[in-house]
């Protein structure tokens, strides 16, 4: 029984209707499922597997390989730092090390009371303005480690709700990998892809299929 | 010469939206591909010798002229540009997301699609979004769904998001994701354009690559064949990163060197510093140093230099750069990003990555340079360029490429680790 908010029900069966077969829908709806129960949880996996006809070990099995499905609770903040060689060569290392010193949380973890998970990832597209930093995967580019103590303590204080990525640039950010054209007012509402379709966010324009 | 980036140099403030698309040219092209026959498109694609820009550089025509005579048949568009030092794809989609679209549309009409998917990857959002508004857009215009401009060409298109894994650029282990399974590479053959998506014959497309389409429509295959040099026509987006004063994305005729590249348009190296080496084309491609700066950029030049052009992405070192550090970070990408299918790229690189860190942090041993070049054998034998596999596909490989790289140019540096038992 899929307790879902009317918007996400409505949404999963918008994506379900999207694909020739109803496998497809797995990752989707895995992202719909983590905005609505924070992470994907059993419980997460089972709502798939009953949407799209699959066996909870089925969805699980997709789940468990890619990294940007959860399977445990996840920060309000999931700020995620790139390691890779362009970031590496400037310095995205001390800046992983200043927010985990800044959070008090390790890579990989989520602080005790809920606000912060940090982790180093592998490249996410922003070589050129190396090093970048995302947060709940809205990009901050050209970051220092001095900016990104600063970013952590502004997500602190001020909790964003939405989280604009052109404003954290704006705050935090210098070198960017390219001009990034008019600012926008759709953010992220969690450590979720904010992409209309699956998270419900933003979707005030959208028509289509 | 400009065909990719021109909209977005000229009108920064909205070439993502479709009201400049339209005032600037947009879906022109696709009016007069609907009055073509789509053997002709085809036939145009393929004397455009437009060669894919997502890595492998096979051309386009080519591939398309593969796919099998079965329906349905499905065009799929490589957006999961992650390759270390790539970021050319998301400008593309985020900037001129409707020049995609009708590059997706035109050749969707010629290969008889009926359903195109836009795989995109999951640290993408905001390049998603713009794509989702402008099929929104798109849609509502009549340029995608039922009866296109009244031509009876009907095409739906999904955007779908990956989850992050590197591995679904490789386009059998994107068909997988797309499919909602593990993204894991499949044996080949069969090849996608015979079973590919659904077992359906299938043609997988880079986001660069069908980004040309309008214009070639537009004026002919011939013309863009005429650009640049033999082998490597047309215009190509190069990301630029690392200790340049000026990284970003450029969009250049193939054929200057990679000299004139990091001087000229990079800036040169910042701080008035030396170069040490470079990456030509992504972390998979095997490293240049200062003696290459005059290869010309092209696809066969860089080949036959003994690296690949890639996915065209140069990351430049200075001279103070730690080459085992970085040749670390690179082999700790594909470590991590490795399916685990086959043992040994899931093994191999993760004792790499073992080895190197090890040498980083003062416990290599002098034995650990020799069995660097061992590992590496069993991931790739002969440690050939090109190199051969024992493994479904080249991720293995690509991770031998920075070992061989500071072995052969900086063995001398890795030595010395050992002797003096700390890195720089």
């Known amino acids: 029984m899929i307790t879902w908010s009317k918007d996400r029900a409505e949404a999963a069966q ?160 210098g070198q960017r990998s390219f001009d990034w054209g008019p600012s926008e007012s759709t953010g992220s509402k969690g450590p979720v892809p904010a992409f209309g379709p699956y998270s419900t966010a933003g979707t005030d324009r959208l028509a289509g299929p | 010469m400009k065909i990719l980036t021109s909209r977005m140099d000229a009108h920064p403030s909205d070439s993502h939206t479709i009201s400049r698309y339209l005032a600037t040219g947009g879906y022109r092209s696709l009016k007069k591909a609907l009055s073509m026959e789509p053997a002709d498109i085809i036939a145009e694609v393929k004397a455009s010798n437009l060669r894919g820009r997502g890595g492998a550089g096979f051309p386009c025509g080519v591939k398309w002229g593969f796919l099998a005579d079965v329906h349905p048949r499905y065009l799929v568009v490589n957006g999961d540009e992650s390759e270390p030092g790539t970021f050319k794809d998301r400008q593309l989609l985020e900037r001129d997301p409707h020049q995609l ?68 650029g490789e386009e059998t282990a994107l068909l997988n994701s797309l499919e909602g399974r593990r993204g894991e590479p499949r044996l080949k053959p069969p090849f996608p354009a015979v079973e590919g998506l659904y077992g359906k014959p299938t043609i997988v497309n880079n986001v660069e690559t069908l980004s040309n389409m309008p ?65 030509p084309g992504g972390a998979s491609a095997p490293w240049f140093t200062a003696d290459h700066l005059d290869v010309p950029v092209t696809i066969d030049d860089v080949a036959k230099a003994g690296s690949m052009l890639g996915s065209g992405a140069i990351v430049v070192m200075d001279e103070t750069t730690d080459v085992v550090k970085a040749a670390l970070s690179v082999v700790s990408f594909f470590a991590h990003e490795s399916c685990g299918q086959c043992t040994p790229c899931r093994e191999g ?12 942090v003062g416990q290599g041993r002098a034995v650990d340079l020799d069995l660097l070049l061992d590992v590496s054998d069993n991931i790739s034998p002969g440690l050939a360029w090109p190199p051969r596999q024992t493994t479904i596909c080249p991720l293995g490989p690509s991770a031998v490429s920075p070992v061989l790289s500071i072995l052969t140019h900086f063995r001398d540096e890795v030595e010395a680790l050992v002797t003096t038992g700390v890195s720089s």
Not at chain 2, 132 to 153: E, M, P
Not at chain 2, 265 to 274: P, Y
């Open chain 2, 349 to 360: 690189t993760t004792w790499l990555e073992n080895m190197l860190r090890r040498l980083t």
């Open chain 2, 101 to 168: 679209l009708e590059g997706v549309i035109i050749s969707s009409h010629a290969l008889g699609v009926n359903h195109a998917f836009i795989y995109i990857r999951g640290e993408y959002p905001k390049p998603a979004r713009r794509v989702q508004q402008a099929l929104a857009d798109a849609y509502a215009s009549g340029y995608v769904g039922r009866n296109i401009l009244g031509s009876g060409f009907d095409l739906d298109i999904t955007v779908h998001l990956g989850a992050g894994a590197y591995i679904c």
């Open chain 2, 215 to 279: 214009w070639i429509v537009e004026n002919g295959g011939a013309a863009y064949a005429a650009i640049g040099p033999e082998g490597s026509s047309g215009t190509r987006l190069f990301s630029l990163s690392g200790h340049v004063r000026r990284p970003g994305n450029h969009e250049i005729v193939m054929g200057m060197t990679f000299g004139e590249l990091i001087e000229d348009l990079g800036g040169g190296i910042r701080d008035g510093r030396a170069i040490k080496a470079f990456i």
């Open chain 1, 14 to 173: 918008r994506i379900l209707g999207s694909y020739p077969e109803r496998r497809s829908a797995v990752m989707p709806l895995l992202y719909v499922a983590m905005a609505e129960y924070g992470y994907v949880s059993e419980q997460a996996m089972r709502d798939v597997a009953e949407l799209t006809g699959l066996t909870p070990v089925q969805v699980s099995s997709v789940a468990s390989f890619y990294t940007m499905y959860k399977r445990e609770e996840v920060g309000r903040y999931l700020v995620s730092v790139c390691t890779s060689v362009s970031c590496h060569l400037l310095g995205g290392d001390d800046v992983l090390h200043a927010v985990e010193a800044e959070t008090g949380v390790p890579h990989g973890e989520t602080g005790p009371d809920g606000t912060f998970s940090v982790e180093h990832v592998e490249c996410i597209g922003a070589c050129g303005g190396a090093p970048a930093v995302q947060v709940n995967y809205e990009l901050i580019e050209g970051v220092t480690p001095e900016k990104a103590v600063e970013l952590c303590q502004w997500l602190n204080a001020t909790e964003p709700d939405p989280l604009l990525g052109d404003e954290m640039q704006a705050l935090f950010g």
